[in-house]
């Protein structure tokens, strides 16, 4: 695949758990992304933008390679691949585990009882890291898909695997044991990227938009009226990110406040609020925070 558009070149699953979440957080960094439907390439019409669907096992390397520029591929692939490529961000989806996981009639106790046990994985790379660092010997059985049926078929005692809702391991009648590796998905890009200026630019400008998603994400817009005389007391409780405008309102008593607070944060003070004189709570999300 052969693309010299001057196009900055990003790889994105084609199909699997990151592909809709990865496309999301594009749409929101306002690319205008349509028809990806089982489609290898996609322009975005609205910025110097290719998107190419990919194996996400096969990301890193083609990112390395060049033949993308950037990608956007679970923390795991990446650090199983061992590609030698950039992390520029973590973006905070497609949160899961690599973990052991045994029959759910096994015990295992202590990482010291996986001691010459037969450990099926498609992660070869991560688990001997870690067996090694606790100092472990064990049998790797390297497999590439549907790993959860090995200790079924009697092919492994136990299975080091992503877990993401849990639903796989439960069908299999598995169930979790220690974690090895906590993944997220993270945006890399190629390791010569910086001597193309016009690429280069490229990239800040779109991890410009990705960083005033991700800090818009951790934030609420809150919208609230009070009277004056109450207005002391609650913006005492609300625990503004920057400080707070407050508006006067036509019924001269209430003033309008508003303020961007944490997203987690609203649920603990919304009785306080209330309490301290507060009415007509809005909450909104935010789309874009330019920091
Ligand atoms: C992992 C893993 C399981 C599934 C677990 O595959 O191999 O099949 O996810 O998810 P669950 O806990 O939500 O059921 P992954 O999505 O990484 O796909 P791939 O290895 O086929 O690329
Ligand atoms: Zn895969």
Redo the contacts with the bound molecule.
């Keep these: 695949m052969k693309l010299e558009n001057g196009n900055l070149k990003l790889a994105v699953q084609k199909k ?2 990151l592909t809709e979440k990865s496309l999301a957080m594009l749409k929101d960094c306002g690319f205008d992304i349509e028809n990806y439907n089982e489609r290898l390439l996609v322009t975005v019409k609205n910025f110097s933008l290719d998107i190419i669907f990919l194996r ?2 096969d990301i890193p390397e083609y990112v390395q390679d060049g033949v993308a520029d950037i990608g956007i591929v ?1 923390n795991n692939v990446v650090q199983e691949k061992g590609a030698k490529i950039e992390i520029c961000r973590y973006l905070g989806f497609g949160k899961c585990n690599l973990l052991i996981a045994v029959p759910e009639s096994a015990e295992l106790n202590s990482v010291q009882e996986l001691k010459g046990k037969k450990i099926a994985t ?1 992660y070869p790379v991560i688990l001997k890291k870690y067996l090694n660092e606790n100092n472990i010997e064990a049998n790797i059985i390297e497999i590439s ?1 549907s ?2 049926i090995a200790p079924s078929l009697g092919v492994a005692d136990y299975i080091c ?9 439960k069908s299999n009648k598995l169930k979790k044991s220690f974690p090895v590796f906590e993944s997220q998905a993270v945006l890399i890009s190629n390791n010569n990227l910086r001597n193309d200026e016009i690429k280069f630019d490229l990239l800040k400008s779109l991890l410009k938009r990705i960083d005033s998603v991700l800090s818009a994400e951790k934030s609420n817009y809150l919208m609230l009226n009070t009277s004056q005389s109450s207005l002391n007391e609650v913006l005492k409780i609300i625990p503004a990110l920057k400080s707070p405008t407050i508006m006067p309102l036509a019924d001269g008593e209430m003033v309008a406040i508003h303020a961007v607070i944490s997203s987690d944060k609203f649920w603990s003070i919304e009785d306080k609020l209330k309490i301290a004189g507060a009415s007509g709570l809005l909450l909104l999300p935010i789309n874009n925070m330019i920091v």
Excluded: A, K
């Excluded at 695997?161 to 391991?169: A, C, E, H, R, Y």
């Design positions: 699997g758990r996400d096992d679970g498609s898909g790993v959860e695997d992503i877990v993401s809702t849990g639903n796989t391991l």
